[in-house]
């Protein structure tokens, strides 16, 4: 219960909203219908003013839609699933400070990834295989066409937690799951967290995808399969150490052609990602490794004739570095249909005479110049010069390094316990990693933003200030969605009591107004990102009333600083951001 009460504290300080209770609305076959089928066979608006549970694999079917407002809250009842049916559109279109979330249906502080399936959308844009069945068949619906431009509708500002429910032993649904959808549907900032199977999977099509946040799942972060040809950029993957598969491995990427190492299946899994941030489970040589039996294993899985394609990334925390697997994904990384280039690895079990390349099934021992192995041209193809990769060895050889040998500081624990919070920051110090080549994008689309920079963050803008601000939560157990907060020791203390500051931002001095309910000793102290106080701005008694008190920051950095009020039965916090 005291962890719950910080966390809840947290959700507080972080400016998390918890929205005030709703109507709460059952769609779907009704309560523990497990899962039975519902078809939605009419289009279908939901409203920011109810809350919903959605029940039962709910279809929506074929010609018709389904429309989902800003600040729209859907909790999922056990194995219920939404399945947007090839020829059927979702319109769920959030705001920045005001996304739409699916999340499970269990109180906070006790969910769990798993508690409900997730998000299935079916188009019919080309995948390599005929008629495919999504999921294995537990759920209905097959996917796939000859439309690259078929329209799935819109998928922006949406936040999934806690999905994956698992219908068969190694049968879940994923986070996201995208069959045959195509380009013509919009998708871009959209976050998963803690799915019991992959984060996202594309099983063919060609939808094209920005800022996309994988956090805390269990199996892979971005999954490619079945001819998926799709175009992505900026991806943050992180994972929480305490949850991997139970029954695989659990890797950053991975990536298939079909079932066949000797594929010949068209069109070929060939996605361009660039600008991705992968953090695995070890983050620093400071923090502890994942509990034993773990299953993390490979910074990306390439196999079955793979063509999947990284541009200007950072992966780092994983124990090991790519695994390329068989000959035919081998020949596409020689031949230049699969590139890797402008690319930094930290791999953390890897140590000197350690190949970044997984070749077969076998490590090379201490290999020479040129290496040796099963594949040896894999290793070399990393160290080519015109790919610009760097992972802190040479000629085949791997340093051991974490994510903080690439300037990015990331707390031991997520969601911790604690006020100010460790909360993740993977933006890069300017000038830790080498720049990019700059021709990394030379006869690529021009949805590809140009970048100098590796990985999804900019390094000269402060955490805050980065395309994740806003609309994603990094603490989802402790959020009070739609739950009334009783007298009692859980609810969150001062929540009553007025913190602001304006303006907000500021530079280099801002006014911060607050009141006091009780008479009492009160404190107010602001605190850098990494928990450090930087001042104290009140320490004494004072009666109740309201009051405001300056700050001055002209000894700072730009950045985002957060303020805490402590008195007499409360305790609150907020943000604010300076801009120098």
């Not at 996201?176 to 998963?192: A, D, K, N, P």
């Not at 000197?352 to 040896?376: K, L, M, N, Q, V």
């Not at 919070?421 to 990019?436: I, K, L, R, T």
């Amino acid at each position: 219960m005291k962890k719950c009460i910080f966390m809840l504290l947290l959700i507080v300080f972080l400016g998390v909203p918890a929205h005030a209770q709703k109507p709460e609305v059952v769609i779907g076959p009704g309560l523990n219908t497990g899962r039975t089928e519902y078809h939605q066979d009419w289009d279908r608006a939901l409203s920011a003013d109810s809350c919903y549970i959605i029940t039962g694999l709910y279809y929506v079917d074929s010609l018709y839609s389904i429309t989902i407002p800003p600040g729209t809250i859907i909790k999922g009842d056990t194995a219920s699933t939404l399945i947007i049916s090839r020829g059927a559109q979702i319109h769920a279109t959030g705001q920045p400070n005001n996304p739409i979330v699916f999340t499970s249906l269990k109180p906070r502080c006790t969910r769990e990834p798993g508690d409900w399936g997730g998000v299935i959308i079916l188009g019919r844009a080309p995948v390599n295989k005929y008629e495919p069945l999504i999921e294995g068949g537990i759920i209905g619906g097959s996917y796939g066409g000859s439309d690259p431009d078929d329209d799935s509708g819109e998928f922006c500002y949406v936040r999934i937690e806690y999905p994956g429910y698992r219908f068969q032993l190694n049968n879940e649904v994923n986070g996201l799951t995208m069959g045959g959808v195509g380009r013509g549907t919009e998708l871009h900032h959209v976050q998963v967290s803690y799915s019991f199977d992959d984060s996202y999977e594309w099983f063919g099509g060609t939808v094209n995808a920005k800022y996309l946040v994988a956090y805390g799942g269990t199996d892979d972060e971005f999954d490619t399969d079945f001819g998926y040809q799709g175009l992505i950029q900026y991806c943050f993957g992180l994972r929480d150490r305490y949850y991997w598969d139970p029954t695989g491995q659990s890797n950053g990427f991975e990536s298939d052609n079909d079932g066949s190492s000797s594929s010949t299946a068209e069109p070929h899994t060939a996605p361009k990602f660039s600008n991705v941030t992968l953090i695995g489970p070890r983050w620093g040589e400071n923090c502890e490794d994942p509990p034993p039996g773990h299953s993390y294993q490979f910074s990306a899985v390439l196999r079955r004739s793979t063509q999947t394609s990284v541009y200007n990334s950072v992966i780092a925390g994983y124990p090991w570095g790519i695994s390329n697997r068989d000959s035919y994904t081998h020949k596409f990384s020689v031949d230049g249909d699969l590139t890797w280039r402008d690319v930094s690895m930290a791999a953390h079990l890897q140590a000197p005479g350690e190949a970044t390349i997984h070749e077969g099934d076998r490590w090379p021992g201490s290999p020479p110049c040129p290496p040796t192995g099963s594949y040896p041209d894999s290793v070399t193809w990393w160290f080519r010069s015109m790919n610009n990769n760097f992972d802190g060895g040479t000629c085949g050889t791997h340093v051991a390094r974490y994510a903080d040998d690439l300037g990015i500081y990331m707390p031991c624990e997520l969601c911790p316990p604690q006020i100010p919070p460790g909360a993740p920051n993977p933006v890069p110090v300017v000038g830790s990693e080498p720049d990019v080549a700059g021709t990394n994008f030379v006869g690529l689309p021009e949805f590809f933003d140009s970048t100098s920079y590796r990985g999804a963050f900019d390094p000269t803008l402060p955490w805050i200030g980065q395309w994740t601000a806003g609309w994603t939560n990094f603490c989802p157990c402790a959020t009070p969605y739609n739950e009334a907060l009783s007298n009692t020791e859980d609810e969150i203390p001062g929540t009553g009591v007025l913190l602001q500051n304006y303006p907000n931002p500021f530079n280099p001095a801002t006014i911060i107004r607050f009141s006091v309910p009780t008479t009492g000793h009160v404190t107010l102290k602001v605190f850098n990102v990494k928990g450090a106080e930087v001042a104290t701005l009140i320490n004494k008694k004072m009666e109740s009333g309201t009051y405001e008190v300056p700050f001055n920051a002209n000894h700072l950095n730009s950045g985002a600083y957060f303020y805490r009020l402590q008195g007499n039965g409360f305790e609150i916090s907020n943000k604010m951001i300076l801009l120098r």
